[in-house]
């Protein structure tokens, strides 16, 4: 059984025109205000006010999980805010994105200006985020009726969503898988050359990392495939092996590093929540 | 200057690598008659029938699709991304593609624009794409009360509410199954703000290289199956009986391993036959 939601200032139901933009406006301007009250107040109080926030947001949330929940249900009398904590959250997530823009094309533009040692870097960056930026907020909104060229050399008429599939498709996403796909090239180098057979753990690693990798593809099953599928040779089938090493020697291991992991997370998250991590920003100010 | 042959095989110039692994993978890749037969591992299956039992068993509930990759991966996501959208859209199933990574709201939909005239699906009725989303955790925990309270609008910016498929989708007690296609340590936050309460079924799709991050989960039961990268998608695809794009690349894949071992063995033994002949010289 669900609490039913009832429809107030932390539970809104999303407004559309007019009032839409009217409650985005009053979102930034409170943004932008809280921002420029933060930079009025002295550091002192700008410290405890962060840290008050931030334990206030952490605070929901371990009380929502630790709070007892109703017979029979999973939810509790804060589980209904999260929706409208969510909303806060994506937010802020908005605004540090927009602060983020702002901090790399001030720096670029700086750069570019005082001619800094490789500002065509700079350049560069700062017309392919216009230019990326243009053309998607058009495409956004104008789909594909924003005519950008036609008639001379061009049979067809060039529009906002051609240039803008140009430079997402043929630019963007080509150029993220041809980085990846350069460290494919690099592992096959690094591994020809790591792979060395000098001790009895190196050995070791490699034996398991080769029944691995066999164990994967279909080069592997098609090597051992000519084995029964029972019995004890089908132990001896690269894919049970492979098998084998990942259910029994690697789920171990995988366990003890992510309980490891888990208790790191758990003292740093406690460190944040509380503003005790060093390197907090204003201990540098203050 | 050592060199003999052996020490030469120990060296070789990373630029004649380069080139004989680009003739391996695009062979296969070029030439579609060059396919090894495809025997799906236990996790495929497991993460097959997974995918078959949750929607026959809740036809009218929907599945969620989340696409946490961007174009960096495609090379292995959008395969799996490609494999598990076919089936759905084979079993009639109702899904919606979300991401909390900008690109893939563009990448996951490129797909469905491509099957859903196959199968006669339709946006708003037959699936939807949520788009992206920031804050992944906050959303999910959101989520589990008040799904279209929490993302508002789909994709294209219509409110959730608007679209028929939503009728009746509250929370993710409307949720058959969830599967994870991703690059990254994300599997975690889906079991424990959604899995560990509601018991959804979760189904995971990572890149090769995350895959064992995965096995303690399904070890527990946590997750019903695990599709390993590209070589995984190709597994799916033999399961759903068609020869696809990831049936090719998961060749190309085993073309590029057999080179890996044939160089590592190739180093190994000159590396030994280098030592040996070293050792010779000393004695002599």
Redesign the interface.
Known sequence: M??P?NHNFF?AI?Q?GAVYWLYVFATVAAGIGVLALLQIIPTRYRKATIALFTFLGGLY?VA?FFLPTEKGT??NAL??Y??????L??V???FT?GLGVISLVGMHTRSVVRQRAQWGYSACLIVAFLVMTVFHLLD?YYGDHVIIGQGGILRAAITNHDVYNFL?KGG???L??A???LI??F???A???A???RSFEASLL?ISA?VV??????????LT?GLPTDGPYANFRF?NMA?YI??NI??PA??AV?FGIALGTLATSLRLWLSLERGFYFDQES | MNNSFWHRAQN?N?KI??VI?MVVIAVPLLNPRTT????P??QTKKAFDAVESAVKANPNQLVILDCQW??????ENQFQTEAIMEHLMRLHAKFALMGFVP?SR??SQKIADRLAPKYGYRYGIDYINWGF???FE??L??????IP??L??DAT?K?L?SFPIMRDV??F?DVSLIVEVTPSSTLDSWLGLVQG??HTPVVYAPT?VMA??G??FL?SGQISGII??V?GA?DYEALLKTKGSATQV??S?????????F??I???VG?YASRAAERKGFAE
């Open positions: 669900q609490h939601i539970t999303p559309h949330y929502e999973s939810v589980t209904e999260q929706p409208f904590v969510g909303t959250s994506q802020i997530g908005a994105v956004s997402f963007l996403n080509s993220e898988s980085m990846f796909a494919g090239f592992i096959i180098s591994s020809y050359r792979f060395r057979i490699m080769l990798m066999l164990g994967q593809v279909t080069l592997g099953t098609w495939g894919e098998q990942l259910l690697n789920t995988q366990r992510a | 070789i990373p690598l380069y692994a090894l037969p495809i025997s591992n236990s961007s174009a960096s991966t495609r090379g690109q563009i990448l989303k920031p804050a906050q959303t925990k959101g989520m589990a009360v008040d309270g929490t508002k609008e910016h409110p509410v509250k929370n007690k309460i509601n090769a064992p991050e096995y303690p070890d390993t990268g070589a190709g998961a060749t894949l085993s073309a590029v391993y057999a080179l890996i071992i160089l590592i190739i180093g190994n590396y």
